[in-house]
């Protein structure tokens, strides 16, 4: 379970702010889905979970314990994190990358090679074939497989993913967002990903949290956001994507 | 690692406790030929003479730190001239009259620095001014007062020391009222080959120097009486003397017995005939002691030892190898200190920018500081000659590339790597050692190959305050104009550095395939 509870974040001393006010929680094996242009704030407030961001004001609680009570360290191994720009150590084997954590946490050598060879499975990839190349040598979404079984391999409870597929084409994206939701209903992991495409969130979301300008503007299902906008931004986002969704029919 | 170094620095360093108690006497030597013989000249007499044993530290860069190495009492005596003792050490003015000159300074040294002045030796090493001898037959030049109306359109060759001493240049320029259109700064190697080869008009000889006949220069008569006496005496610590008072009997065989023309020719030997100062020295004792052989033999052996440069390094190799092994020792104490120093700061000012302008350019200024100059301070400061500061000065040249590449590399870490590591959960230290240093290494080895090769060059100076290596021949080579030493010096340097720098690239390619 994570709770937000009026969060939120200046920089520049109060000048520029991030995020205000932002309200939510999530938990239970759901994935919540922060839509929202960049600069909407929704990466900051993804940060501030593990606290790569310090709050400037509001809690976090992550299963009812506020964050800044916790160390930091034991706080960012249990939560699982997927980067945007995949952020692969380039000097290390898949393998080696997918074992980082529990290497962290101290596990014997034996049971990092199991639980390897088992995730590098489970994101599709050949432990035989794929374990010992280094991330120059894989292709954009092998790297980002290698990227969410690194996050997964501690066997955390949640999961952050920083728009994993931001960077990947179309039909690789299409690929690895198919292998998420295989994943997730595998796993049951509670799951708080960001993106900026209404379409990847219908896809993968139980619930879409719309942000703009640092705020949270309506949090609900696809169905409640599109059937019952609370805000004009909200149904423009709709709208719009209604609008595109429709000349793709007409060219059919 | 640390601990292995420490044991190298003490082992090369310290002076361990002899296996059985035998008197040691240290001899020092400036770096030109003359010194070099007269040192000899000592150690031999006290090997004969004695049971004692003696430690040779020749080559020492200048009058001042062998002052130093003598009231540090790292060395036990030098041959010194009563006008450099007089000017250079007590800062006195001149005195003409050479036995006043001798009675002023050795009781001066004796009050001031507990330092004995043993019986002057006989010659006189005066300073000279030299020309060409055709110049001075075409333009009428006898006297150095016949220079003054030419002086404007000459050119002089002077070593350093002479530019700046009260008995050099600034003083002949008042005595004889001789400006001097244009001077240069020479090594006192060079500056004959120089004058012979008219590149300059004139030079500040030396008057007991072999290369005067050599190369046909004319003297030119001290006529106003400028140039100071300078009688040679062997310089000893008092302490040395009244523990072994029998040392004063033994040099006495030195005392009046070598006159200007002996030291001269004995020079010539070593500078013109490249014959080394220990077998110039030991005919002159064999002939003084009656055990002269016959005079042909030697003249034999003269014309033997102008070999080319590899039959010198066949016959030398004992030598060369034991140089080689003290320079790569001088090498490998510098460079892996300067890795164990510079690398944390390197890291220190890639996560504390407070930090990082300091120590960059402290880092920058000591490359500026000539090495000799940083030699001779950080030998002022140790108050020790040999291995301890000439590696401290080879870790200050060569933290530069190491600091500036550990931080350049570090930074150069991509930003999402370190996000990533970060937000996975790595402490500090653990993102340091599993992630930045190893992405970082290739460029960190590369700061330290540069650093390497850097030190391997800068090693041969350490022979200025007798810490040995490589340096030695190329100094002794060109103290006596000699290219074959210095080639003997200067070829196996320049070897290592090629080969040590292959070796780190080897191991830097290894590092970069992960």
Not at chain 1, 240 to 248: S, T, W
Not at chain 2, 168 to 181: D, S
Not at chain 2, 293 to 305: F, I, L, V
Not at chain 2, 341 to 361: E, K
Request: proline letters at 4%; hydrophobic letters at 45%; one cysteine or more.
């Amino acid at each position: 379970m994570i709770l937000l509870s009026e969060l939120s974040k200046s920089f520049d001393g109060g000048a520029t702010c991030a995020v205000r006010d932002v309200s939510l929680d999530v938990g239970g094996g759901e994935t919540l889905v922060l839509l929202g242009a960049s600069g909407c704030g929704k990466t900051t407030t993804l940060k501030m979970i593990n606290r790569l961001i310090e709050p400037s004001a509001g809690r976090i609680e992550v299963d009812g314990v506020e964050v800044r009570e916790r160390d930091v360290l034991d706080l960012r191994r249990s939560i699982g994190y997927v980067f945007q720009d995949i952020g692969l150590f380039p000097h290390l084997t898949a393998r080696e990358n997918v074992e980082i954590v529990p290497r962290l946490l101290g596990w014997p050598v034996e049971k990092r090679r199991e639980r390897s060879a088992e995730l590098l499975q489970l994101v599709g990839l050949d432990a035989e074939e794929h374990g010992g190349r280094l991330p120059l040598h894989l292709s954009g979404g092998q790297q980002q497989r290698i990227g969410i079984a690194r996050a997964l391999a501690a066997d955390p409870g949640h999961l952050l993913m920083d728009e994993p597929f931001g960077a990947l084409d179309a039909v690789t994206r299409d690929q690895l967002q198919r292998q998420l939701i295989d994943l997730r209903a595998a796993l049951r992991k509670t799951i708080v990903f960001v993106t900026h495409d209404l379409f990847e969130a219908i896809r993968l979301a139980d619930r879409i949290g719309v942000m703009n300008g640092g705020r949270l503007e309506q949090i609900g299902t696809a169905s409640d956001l599109m059937e019952r906008p609370a805000t004009p931004f909200v149904a423009e986002l709709f709208d719009h994507a209604r609008r595109q969704a429709a000349l793709i029919g007409e060219v059919r | 690692m640390c601990r292995w170094i420490l044991a190298l620095v003490v082992l090369l360093g310290g002076s361990p406790a002899p296996a059985r108690q035998v008197e040691t006497i240290r001899i020092g030597a400036k770096n030109f030929t003359e010194q070099e013989i007269l040192g000899e000249l000592v150690a031999q007499l006290i090997e004969r003479g004695s049971e004692w044993r003696v430690v040779r530290r020749f080559g020492l860069g200048g009058t001042d730190l062998c002052q130093a190495a003598l009231l540090a009492g790292e060395i036990d005596l030098y041959v010194e001239y009563t006008g450099t003792g007089l000017l250079n050490i007590l800062k006195r003015d001149v005195i003409a009259n050479p036995d006043l000159a001798y009675r002023t300074v050795a009781r001066n040294y004796r009050l001031r620095f507990d330092l004995e002045w043993l019986p002057p030796i006989g010659f006189n090493n005066t300073y000279a001014i030299a020309v060409r001898a055709e110049d001075a037959a075409q333009r009428g030049w006898r006297r150095l007062s016949d220079l003054a109306a030419d002086a404007a359109g000459l050119h002089g060759g002077f070593t350093s020391e002479f530019m700046e001493r009260p008995d050099g240049l600034p003083g002949l320029r008042v005595a004889y009222g001789l400006a001097i259109g244009r001077t240069t700064d020479l090594d006192p190697g060079l500056m004959y080959e120089a004058l012979n080869r008219g590149q300059v008009d004139l030079i500040c000889a030396f008057a007991t120097d072999g290369r005067l006949a050599e190369y046909n220069l004319a003297v030119l008569e001290d006529d106003r009486g400028f140039f100071p006496p300078y009688d040679a005496a062997p310089v000893v610590r008092s302490a040395v003397l009244a523990r072994l008072p029998r040392l004063r009997e033994v040099l006495a065989t030195l005392a009046g017995t070598i006159d200007d023309e002996s030291m001269r020719r004995m020079n010539h030997a070593v500078d013109v005939l490249k014959r080394s100062p220990a077998e110039v020295a030991r005919e002159w004792i064999e002939d003084r002691l009656g055990e002269r052989p016959a005079r042909e033999e030697a003249q034999e052996r003269d014309a033997g030892d102008a070999r080319g440069v590899f039959a010198l390094a066949i016959e030398r190799r004992g030598e060369v190898a034991r140089k080689v092994g003290e320079h790569l020792v001088l090498t490998a104490l510098g460079a892996s200190m300067a890795v164990l120093i510079g690398v944390p700061l390197g890291i220190l000012i890639h996560r504390r920018d407070a930090a990082r302008g300091a120590v960059l350019a402290f880092t920058e200024i000591v490359q500026t500081i000539p090495s000799l100059a940083m030699l001779a301070f950080l030998f002022a400061l140790y108050g020790l000659l040999g291995t301890a500061p000439a590696v401290t000065a080879l870790v200050l040249y060569a933290l530069l590339p190491v600091v500036l590449n550990t931080f350049t590399g570090l930074r150069e870490v991509p930003r999402q790597v370190i996000e990533a590591a970060d937000g996975l959960g790595f402490s500090s230290r653990q993102r340091l050692w599993m992630v930045e240093l190893p992405l970082a290494a290739p460029v960190i080895i590369a700061g330290i190959r540069a650093a390497t090769v850097l030190t391997v060059g800068i090693a041969t100076l350490s022979t200025y305050i007798g810490a040995g290596g490589l340096g030695d021949f190329i100094a002794r080579g060109l103290a006596r104009n000699d290219s074959r030493l210095t080639l003997l010096g200067a070829v196996p340097a320049a070897c290592m550095a090629v080969l040590l720098s292959l070796l780190i690239r080897f191991i830097e390619r290894r590092v970069r395939r992960g």
